[in-house]
């Protein structure tokens, strides 16, 4: 690991004596989540409580005639049959737009489809019944009588005036656009030597958590409050959202989140069906649980990608790339998700394209169309993927057209390491990053050289391989410029509480959020190290909004760099305050004393002096013994939002090496390889298994990940058999290696690593099988790279 | 979700269990390893009103080598087919196939029955039967009977079964001593089913096939053993004969299109694993470039 601190000689909090900060500790949670003792919401199991199935629309449009669910009312079991109208009494329709993406709009949407229904699944009715399979048998005797309407699903004649509307009141079915136009790009095009363009297809796919979506929403008549168990990354979010609607006070609604198996950006969303489990609570007075099958998963969890993007790109004969110019187009089904809107996606590959160049000639169309399919929105990585492609493919067509080799126009043309702090033809102003230190490093650890020699020996020998290079930025530690400056009350900051308990352990409340990424972990190594207490002694407290304090929770990449500062904040305080007590207990000074090992000692020869323990039995029981005017503060609270950068940017470069049977167009992935600056790393595992994660992630959006819709708008693989997410047997080994350019907005110094894999994998995948291809005059630009893909390519098929 | 209600009888015997069917008709499923039928069952695709469970019928799993046939009763695992040392020796290219199929965990349970039964057209072992000569045997209300594996299979998840009837073994001839076998199947990722797959078995003699069955699975409604293979018996191999022998194939096959190819890329990936084969068996590499696919 290379380490770029600077300012070493300061010592932070973070640097004293067995500090956890830089050391792979095991996660506090993993004993109770391998042993089966984890609390999933599926676990969650109350008294009275019901289930409910909600019946889904076979058609991706059509008007609702009639619901007879008389039938339905007399099966087993059997305690409501509700219909969207019916629920609509209950809590009120939304609109999932924001201020600050400008002309976004979209249509109100209702818990359960009234009158018309916008996609296949969307639901049409609930029922709950006292078993999940009782519902779905009765959800089979509910008789709908639909109307069939014109179903728009291709996003390229969506905006054709001979498209029927989907949303009459919306005038077209444009949800938004946005414009940029930087530098002057005509005349750079006009003074470059080579001028190439390619479309970019990017398939629409789906997060895919081990765990579906679930909710156990249970109304309390008697407490006139709601609560919600949920697998959600923001609890303070679901909260506001859930109160907002249902006419509460958010005093009202408290949200318990335990364990989460995985997001990924799928469950930072409010879905229409875990609307309808809140209003059904409220509506029976009982307990009434939704868990997601899988087929219904595939249906309602939001869908991601789905881009068409033009993209341009001018270069001189030395490698210098003059301009960059996209035309993107995305289709976000019919309404724009609640409440980060349908518009992110489009709107961060504009800001993103070119991102790690220096080339201030820039100019981006983004539209953004309703189609009748599956809701989509933000999933891991938001617009980094299809940023990156866009990029990195036209980096690697303009070298391919100039002969210039991969590497050399990168290191021609990155942003120098010590051109920061600047901004991107987008605007987006960049900290530090390392680019040509993470490509230095990169090279290094892919023996750039040995492959090339190699890929040219199996040549001859009709062997195919390819080397697919692909630099990036990510998007982490967003502050109130991603949500809250267009009105949405989704918390940009986060917050920490910590006390010393009467045994000197230390209980730690956290408004971040764990899915299984660790947070609980970090969290605890930096109390721990902090406060110079051992990580056993750490107790983290997450996902409930009566018992943490507010904040935004897990998403973005923004726990270890937010929720993380805060809790290093936090923990300063309480060592002051446990410091200041310890000098009036031992007629000493502050300044004099440390804590470590669970102990306060003495600076000047670590000689303990009081155990944390039995300065807390002092504090809590016998506070008598202490000097007149000493009050005790062993809990101490702080937030953290970051206010400088809107986005502390992070970079990375990804590799792939592959070998691709051109008489089969099956790609065989051999090695990856990473490296990324997400500036100081808390638990390097952690940070390691995200990388991996993501790029897995990104690998099967490379090659297997797509909702295949037909002409109709239905979803034909919504199964586990027919979508295709990656499996452990087609992945390579992932080489992580890092560069540190720890972030000066907080003390900690952490940006965030989650979306780094995802960003770059499928652009570096890419590039490697045009590199394979190189030979036979093919070029493919269409994610997932199937063998239909690639043998059409080549004109085999 | 959740399979609509069903009644359950686990089977006490064969003769039992054919009670049941005969009874119930075509209401009735049998279940055996339940790794096609259960998700089937989850999804709500069937829904059967009796569930009759074979599975504890420890007469029908085993596998026994006589008088040059090998017995594998239907209960066979398919696990239980992969550490067989009687399929290692008389039966290899079952073993080779059956390391395609799924994953472990459905190889646990599977069945070589169950399987056959099910008649997936891009299954592996209903095309191993096809290429291996297998007699199906069945017993029903009105005894035993043997069907020829090229006349078992009938189309999409169809066989010659009747509903009352039971498969209770296959019977395979011990693979001769001088024989070889390929096998090979393109799919998108380890154990799902076949975009195309090939389960040969061949006599070589001289550098050429003195016999060679071409078992070819997810080209068609059902298994075809290639008449194409004929074409490469008792000849000089060369890049024309096998062009031929491809082009004789494309004519043999009738590929459907799903969410992973089209019929266009089925015949290709057909006359591939053609090529590759030949090549593989021959020890020819030479043939695999001289090939137009």
New interface residues.
Partial sequence: MTSDKANPEALSALDRPNSYIGRTVPRPNLDRLMQGRGLYVSDVELPRMAHVVFLRSPHAHARIISIDASAAKQMPGVIAVVSGRELSTVITPWVGVLSHLKGLKSAPQSAIAVDRVCWQGEAVAAVVAASRAQAEDAAEHVLVKYEGLHAVTDMRTALDPATPVIHASLGDNLAFERIHDAGAVDQAFAESDEVVDAEFVFGRHTGVTLEPRAVVADWNVAEARLTIYQGTQAPHMVQNIAALHLGLKESQVRVVCKDVGGSFGIKVHIYADEMATYALSKLLRRPVKFVADRVESFNTDIHARDHRCKGKIGVKRDGTITAFEIDDLTGIGPYSMYPRTSAIEANQVVNLVGGPYVTGNYRARARVVFQNKNVMCQYRAVGHPIACSVTEGLVDLAAMKIGLDPLEIRRRNLIADNAYPCASPSGLRFEQLSHHAALAKLVQMMDYDALRAEQAALRVKNVHRGIGIASFIEVTNPSAAFYGVGGAKISSQDGVAVRLDAQGSVICQTSITEQGQGSESLTAQIVGSVLGVSMDRVRVILGDTDNTPYGGGTWASRGAGIGGEAALQATKVLRKNILDIAAAILQSTPGELDIVNNAVVKVADGAPRIDLSELARIVYFRPDTLPPGVQPELMATRHFVPREYPFAFTNGVQASWLELDTDTGFVKLLKHWVVEDCGTIINPQLVDEQIRGGVVQGLGAALFEKCVYDERGQLTNANMADYLVPMSGEMPDIDVGHVVSPTLESELGAKGAGEAGTAGAAAAVTNAVNDALKPFGAIVTEIPLTPQVILTALGRI | ??A??FAYARATSVENALDLLSVHGEAAKLLSGGQSLLPAMN??LIAPELLVDVSQLVELRGIVVKEGVVTIGALTRHADLLKSPEIAAHAPLLMDAVAHVAHPAIRNRGTIGGSLAHADPASELPACMLTLGATIIARGPSGERRIAANEFFVGIYETALTPQELLVAVELPVTPINSTHFFHE?A??????A?VGLAAQASVKDGGFADLRLGFFAVGDRPLLANSASKLVDVVITSAVLTEAASALDDELDPLED????P??RR??AK?LLTRCVFALLARPDLC?GVS?
Avoid: N, P
């Fill in positions: 979700m959740k609509s209600a999804l709500r393109f998108r990722r380890h154990g799902d089913y975009i969410q992973q190819a089209t266009a890329m290709l990936l591939v470039a696919a």
